[in-house]
């Protein structure tokens, strides 16, 4: 019945496993933090990881760079899983009676279980290593993500009732026939992409050379790796940059990073590389190495320049050496982090297929390999693939593995696109509103240990980093059966949204829209309504907070006073607390923009003696039209009290700064109301 | 489009104050589209009657329904059932529509809760000016399209008249003569010439108007 809108908000569509970014983030604006978590949770087993690690294609994709910057999707996603809500998953809607296998206890491996068990099967899950989760426990450094948070969402995984059994080796100490014959029904094979590659340069066996993720592994598992002072990393992806990080935390005076392209083709995350940058990581770019250097051990390292030429199949500019431009460094240490490929020679031994580029081969929408039975994910796939990756492979895996064991087709999700960039000159109607910054150690502390960097955001700063979200193909839609083609949506919307199309009667609402309400209120035949489930224009709010009103003294009266609070104003829970003091009634709503007449009417009707209106200090307005109509409305009301012959103080309309201002003009308001006794003289 | 303006909520009071059960009718139509009689105002007169009554201490129950348009027999059907419940009815449509429900339910007392002041056109949001007053002998064709009977104070048929001064109206300064607007149209069109014929007085005199549309009428099948 309603106009829906075609196209998804773009940061859905760009993850991996379509997180449902902005509606988790609109509810953390609303402060409603434990749903906001539970949606998170709902796809995404890792969100405490996630939270910190991820690559952010939502952050890429946010329609909020045209305005300023992108929302800061991924520290939200962290500020919830740091708030250690319980899961609440649902139960399976039946147990079937096959068990799974899963090799490897990495992201990918463990999302599987986690889906597969909410899907309602047994699951039993390989690890060659002592403790679960792969490339996150043993290649990701403390410092980006600490153990305690990679524990927190493994376990969260685990006790769903996975069974786990560590230093089994598929393939080494069990094969797939082994696993058949113990009654696996199918094997999910999510082994990590472990052996680093090598540079196939002379002196590459000296002691002194070591891999990034044999560096990176042993830092964490206590292999009793050291670093002199000189260390060269080469690479330029997320390894190279973690174990130059990590070689500068484990004492190394000097670190370089060479790599042969320039900046802009580094593959690791621009967030991290910065972040190395500040802490005195030298870049040495368009660089390759050719030699090390040594008698007993690495002494220096001989480089040549590099310049790019044409594209090549990645799309990345080729390099290209430069003639006669060779140098040496003196180095002590070289780790090499020029990417891994998995181990599959045992797998293959046990008949899975292995493709030209050294990764198991799959269907990619199946995920199966070439026998049946099993199926295959993660970076054994993918080769470098990210963590939010390897959770979408797990997920797509569990329901693959469960159609295959319930004799059904797979079916292809469907895709939905993502909704066009905001025009500009829409761009110029919203507010700009700067992107919050993250906390983080000082440079000179935390290149001496391990803590984590960045410190993730305090409550108020999340909530107002999450209010710069701007809904986007979510917001107001009108219903045609309703419409009364007055046209007053396309006539009151503060950011042109409502259009008629060309021979239409009802206004289409786009993707745009900003979800202020103003349309909502205005529109005479109540056809429009936000779609967020979670939008209630005060109306559901006021009701639960007036139920609450206990049975009115007899021997003194107090009054009964709601305040209708806009939670833009960056002192509302100051506000909101010193309201609640006074025994006020609080209804909190996202911009006072959205209070409908008849809802500050229905207050007095469930016996309110006042109502008191508080708009956010002006800057704080995300809506800059609101406050404009809010105050119509609020005159508009007053006139109705009036007619009803009841005191103009009773509606008030107060401003929340500055704040000692506020308190006193608070305090002599309810007074007032105290000295003008209720509105109803009830026995 | 008709547009209305809300009674006086005394008056309101003062004709529903002796008894105990009221509703309140939107209508979907005109008043819809002005902002003044559609559901939301239906939903906030019934508020005012009930936070009034309850003032007062008089037991009062308050209803609010809004019909699609309250000048179609079939929607006014859609509220028989819950008619019987009712003492008095305020109907928030134009005078059309209140008369429908009074036909359509002889026992209950239907009341006005707006005044219906003209057919008029949306000059600019929240701002509405009659443009029609029904007369039942349209002549714009022959006035530039303006026409005279609604928007000059005096209906002239033959205007301007001494009151037109700076192209406004005596009566407001913030009207514009709507002769000096038909003389200016006609002269841009080049028809200036045709405004030298004296127009007739016009036929005031047959009400109520009735019209049939035959071939729209309902087929007796006995015939």
């Given at each position: 019945m309603n106009i829906k809108i075609k196209g998804e908000a773009p940061c859905i569509v760009a993850c991996p496993i379509n997180q449902d970014a902005r509606d988790y983030v609109q509810l953390l604006a609303r402060r409603n933090f434990e749903q906001a978590f539970q949606i998170v949770r709902s796809k995404n087993p890792f969100p405490a990881s996630c939270g910190r690690i991820c690559t952010r294609r939502c952050e890429e994709a946010c329609r909020r760079t045209s305005v300023d910057e992108p929302v800061a999707i991924c520290w939200l996603k962290r500020f919830l899983a740091d708030k250690d809500f319980t899961p609440n998953l649902p139960k399976p809607p039946k147990e079937y009676p096959e068990t799974v296998a899963i090799v490897g206890a990495g992201p990918a491996g463990l999302s599987a279980a986690n889906s597969l068990i909410l899907l309602g099967y047994k699951c039993v899950i390989f690890e060659e290593l002592q403790e679960p989760g792969g490339m996150l426990r043993v290649g990701v450094p403390r410092y980006r993500l600490p153990r305690e948070s990679l524990d927190k969402d493994i376990n969260n995984i685990l006790s769903l009732g996975a069974q786990l059994r560590t230093g089994i080796k598929v393939g080494r100490d069990i094969t797939l026939s082994d696993l058949q014959r113990e009654g696996f029904k199918a094997v999910f094979l999510a082994v990590g992409s472990h052996k680093p590659l090598k540079l196939d340069i002379p002196g590459e066996e000296l002691p002194g050379v070591i891999s990034g993720i044999e560096f990176l592994r042993q830092i964490t598992l206590g292999g009793g790796v050291k670093v002199d002072n000189r260390v060269a990393v080469i690479g330029g992806g997320d390894t190279a940059l973690d174990a130059a990080r990590a070689a500068l935390r484990m004492g190394a005076r000097d670190v370089s990073l060479i790599y042969r392209r320039s900046m802009e083709e580094m593959p690791c995350e621009t967030v991290g590389r910065k972040e190395a940058e500040e802490e005195g990581i030298k870049f040495v770019l368009l660089t390759t190495p050719a030699k090390i250097f040594g008698k007993n051990r690495v002494t220096g390292l001989r480089c040549i320049k590099m310049t790019l030429g044409e594209p090549d199949n990645s799309g990345r500019r080729r390099p290209i050496p430069l003639p006669g431009s060779g140098f040496?460094?003196?180095?002590?240490?070289?780790?090499?982090?020029?990417?891994?490929?998995?181990?599959?020679?045992?797998?293959?031994?046990?008949?899975?297929?292995?493709?030209?580029?050294?990764?198991?081969?799959?269907?990619?929408?199946?995920?199966?390999?070439?026998?049946?039975?099993?199926?295959?994910?993660?970076?054994?796939?993918?080769?470098?693939?990210?963590?939010?990756?390897?959770?979408?492979?797990?997920?797509?895996?569990?329901?693959?593995?469960?159609?295959?064991?319930?004799?059904?087709?797979?079916?292809?999700?469907?895709?939905?696109?993502?909704?066009?960039?905001?025009?500009?000159?829409?761009?110029?109607?919203?507010?700009?509103?700067?992107?919050?910054?993250?906390?983080?150690?000082?440079?000179?502390?935390?290149?001496?240990?391990?803590?984590?960097?960045?410190?993730?955001?305090?409550?108020?700063?999340?909530?107002?980093?999450?209010?710069?979200?701007?809904?986007?193909?979510?917001?107001?839609?009108?219903?045609?059966?309703?419409?009364?083609?007055?046209?007053?949506?396309?006539?009151?919307?503060?950011?042109?949204?409502?259009?008629?199309?060309?021979?239409?009667?009802?206004?289409?609402?786009?993707?745009?829209?900003?979800?202020?309400?103003?349309?909502?209120?205005?529109?005479?035949?109540?056809?429009?309504?936000?779609?967020?489930?979670?939008?209630?224009?005060?109306?559901?709010?006021?009701?639960?907070?007036?139920?609450?009103?206990?049975?009115?003294?007899?021997?003194?009266?107090?009054?009964?006073?709601?305040?209708?609070?806009?939670?833009?104003?960056?002192?509302?829970?100051?506000?909101?607390?010193?309201?609640?003091?006074?025994?006020?009634?609080?209804?909190?709503?996202?911009?006072?923009?959205?209070?409908?007449?008849?809802?500050?009417?229905?207050?007095?009707?469930?016996?309110?003696?006042?109502?008191?209106?508080?708009?956010?200090?002006?800057?704080?307005?995300?809506?800059?039209?609101?406050?404009?109509?809010?105050?119509?409305?609020?005159?508009?009301?007053?006139?109705?009290?009036?007619?009803?012959?009841?005191?103009?103080?009773?509606?008030?309309?107060?401003?929340?700064?500055?704040?000692?201002?506020?308190?006193?003009?608070?305090?002599?308001?309810?007074?007032?109301?105290?000295?003008?006794?209720?509105?109803?003289?009830?026995? | 489009m008709i547009v209305a303006r809300p009674k006086s909520f005394e008056e309101i009071i003062r004709l529903i104050q002796n008894y105990k059960k009221v509703a309140v009718l939107g209508c979907g139509g005109c008043v819809t589209v002005r902002s003044i009689g559609g559901q939301k105002q239906a939903e906030e007169l019934a508020s005012l009657l009930r936070l009034w009554a309850k003032r007062q201490g008089k037991d009062v129950v308050v209803t609010e329904a809004t019909l699609t348009r309250q000048c179609e027999p079939e929607f006014v059907e859609s509220i028989n059932d819950r008619a019987n419940d009712w003492e008095v009815v305020i109907s928030l449509a134009c005078g059309v529509g209140v008369q429908c429900l009074a036909e359509r339910f002889p026992r209950i007392k239907v009341l006005p809760g707006v005044d219906t002041i003209f057919m008029g056109a949306t000059i600019e949001p929240g701002l509405y000016w009659e443009r029609c007053v029904g007369c039942g002998e349209c002549i714009v064709g022959e006035t530039g399209g303006f026409c005279p009977v609604a928007r000059c104070a005096k209906s002239l048929m033959n205007g301007p008249c001494g009151g037109s001064q700076g192209g406004r109206c005596e009566v407001s300064p913030d009207t514009p003569c709507v002769w000096q607007l038909i003389y200016e149209r006609m002269e841009q069109l080049g028809m200036g010439e045709e405004l030298d014929v004296i127009r007739p007085p016009k036929d005031w005199s047959v009400r109520p108007q009735r019209m049939i549309m035959e071939h729209l009428r309902k087929v007796d099948s006995r015939q």
């Open positions: 040496t460094l003196q180095v002590d240490t070289v780790i090499v982090a020029i990417g891994q490929s998995p181990e599959v020679d045992l797998l293959s031994k046990n008949g899975v297929e292995i493709s030209e580029k050294g990764t198991i081969k799959i269907d990619n929408h199946t995920m199966s390999t070439t026998i049946p039975w099993v199926f295959a994910g993660g970076d054994a796939v993918t080769l470098g693939g990210t963590l939010v990756q390897a959770i979408a492979h797990g997920n797509q895996t569990a329901l693959s593995i469960h159609n295959y064991l319930r004799g059904e087709r797979f079916q292809i999700p469907v895709r939905t696109e993502p909704i066009k960039e905001l025009s500009p000159p829409r761009v110029q109607l919203i507010k700009r509103e700067a992107r919050q910054r993250m906390p983080m150690l000082p440079v000179e502390s935390r290149i001496k240990d391990f803590n984590e960097v960045e410190l993730g955001f305090p409550e108020e700063q999340a909530v107002k980093e999450a209010r710069r979200c701007l809904n986007c193909a979510a917001g107001a839609v009108v219903d045609p059966e309703l419409c009364a083609a007055c046209l007053t949506c396309v006539r009151v919307c503060p950011y042109d949204i409502p259009q008629i199309p060309l021979g239409g009667r009802t206004a289409e609402i786009g993707p745009d829209c900003q979800s202020c309400g103003v349309c909502v209120v205005e529109c005479p035949a109540n056809a429009i309504s936000l779609k967020d489930r979670y939008e209630d224009m005060g109306e559901k709010t006021l009701e639960s907070v007036m139920g609450q009103i206990p049975g009115r003294g007899i021997l003194q009266y107090a009054p009964t006073i709601v305040a209708f609070l806009c939670q833009y104003d960056s002192h509302s829970q100051t506000v909101s607390q010193k309201l609640r003091e006074n025994g006020i009634k609080v209804v909190e709503v996202s911009c006072i923009s959205k209070l409908e007449p008849r809802t500050l009417l229905k207050a007095f009707e469930m016996l309110a003696d006042a109502v008191v209106i508080i708009g956010s200090q002006s800057g704080d307005c995300h809506f800059d039209a609101g406050h404009t109509w809010a105050k119509r409305r609020f005159d508009y009301t007053a006139l109705f009290l009036e007619t009803l012959g009841l005191e103009r103080q009773r509606l008030q309309w107060l401003s929340p700064t500055p704040e000692e201002e506020f308190f006193k003009s608070l305090s002599n308001f309810v007074e007032e109301i105290k000295k003008l006794g209720p509105v109803f003289q009830i026995v | -």
